[in-house]
């Protein structure tokens, strides 16, 4: 029960500093953003002090480390997936005209028509 309220006290801080920015219309654009902003940053610190909220940090950690054990492409073989990707289209293109192509043609033989 406890955790829903702290859920919901940190969606009220972020709807409250997104009613401060249009209440707050006749101040400098600075000051409207800077109530946003620090509704956003209250409403994540409540939010994090949830169950769910420390669930998620331990989550985006984990994503985190996991997303430095990746092993990225270099830049030549980035090249060359490319340049297969680009050949496989132009194939599948031409090979895609010509199988419309016949289609239409036996549709036309079919019905009659002969252009």
């Known amino acids: 029960m406890i955790e829903k309220v702290k859920l919901g006290v940190a969606l009220l801080l972020v709807c409250a500093g997104v009613a401060a920015y249009y209440y707050l219309s006749e101040s400098a654009a600075f000051v409207r953003v800077l109530v946003v902003l620090v509704g956003v940053v209250l409403g994540v610190v409540v939010a994090l ?6 669930q998620f940090y331990a989550f985006a950690q984990d994503a985190t480390v996991e997303t430095r054990k990746v092993v990225w492409p270099s830049r030549k073989e980035s090249f060359q997936t490319t340049g297969i ?18 289609l239409l043609w036996v549709v036309k033989l079919l019905m009659g028509r002969s252009d």
């Not at 002090?49 to 420390?54: D, F, H, R, V």
């Open 49 to 54: 002090t949830s169950a769910p909220g420390k």
């Open 85 to 102: 990707v680009f050949v496989f289209v132009v194939i599948m293109a031409l090979f895609l005209w010509a199988v419309d192509g016949a």
